[in-house]
């Protein structure tokens, strides 16, 4: 039994945000906030396009969907790092940091295709106004959101594969407070060049791919809404620009930390904090705010509450 265990290492230690307590301490009442946030935020997106019968059509659909993946992909990081805060010893068993990295993954992956397919919606509901309710229908938006979870998944799983089987024997300290796949692969006890550069590849396959179809998407969809500029134009401008907002937010530090050469680690974990805290966040936020539809959905239903507690 001891023989076994010697070459597996039990848990892993977070080094953490940063190294002073009394700024870690600090940090917790402003972490807990926004994750409190973020799972309210979101939830709410999910329960008003739900059960709004207004709001059933492909792109809230889309939309509620996106809102419960960022709900999934802040749970992942966000308690735990907030918790580890008031922690010196911030350690994540073995079978806990290969959880967080497939579940990571998987919800990361999940969200870059469905942002594609939020696109495509935008793209036929735009450029093809005529044919949308023949194209997307309730079984066609249905299968998009499977394939993104099917997609997310399988990547999630080629990256557990990848990693599963390596050597930990020696250093256990991860610098930073998830299990990022990068930094972990550092730690095995073997060269560990050309598995980072397939680790690497894997990701970058999928995030490339998706950046680039949502580039072409929208910048036709763009072109589409100059060369028609009626009054449908602005609204539908309206609602890409949230989109491509969510779009720029979401790739934008995924991309720097991983093709920028220089790694700088206060850079790589604000950037890191970033995408995994706030930008959950900023989604509801963004449709919420400038989404007529959705904020009429909120009044309604406040309305109905408010309206069936009267009875009582
Ligand atoms: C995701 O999209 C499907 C397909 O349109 C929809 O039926 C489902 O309610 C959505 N799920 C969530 C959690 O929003």
Known sequence: MEDANESVVPEFIFSGLCNSTALQTFLVLPFSVLYLMTVVGN???VVLIISDLHLHSPMYFLLANLSFIDFCLSSVTTPKLTTDLLKDNKIISFGGCMSQIVCVHFFAGGEMVLLVTMAYDRYVAICKPLHYSSIMNRQKCL?????????GFVHAM?????????????????????CDIPLVIKLACMDTHI?????NADSGFLATTCFILLLISYTYILLTVRLHSKDGASKALSTCTSHITVVVLFFGPCIFIYLWPLSITWVDKF??????VITPLLNPAIYTLRNKEIKNAMKRL?????GSRDHF
């Open 143 to 151: 299968w998009l959101v499977l394939i993104s979870w099917i997609i």
């Open 43 to 45: 939830l709410l997106v």
């Open 271 to 276: 950037l890191a904090v970033f995408y995994t």
């Open 195 to 199: 598995l980072g550069a397939l680790i």
């Open 158 to 178: 080629s990256q557990l594969a990848m990693i599963l089987e390596l050597p930990f024997c020696g250093p256990r300290v991860v610098d930073s407070f998830f």
């Open 302 to 306: 406040i309305r109905q509450r408010l």
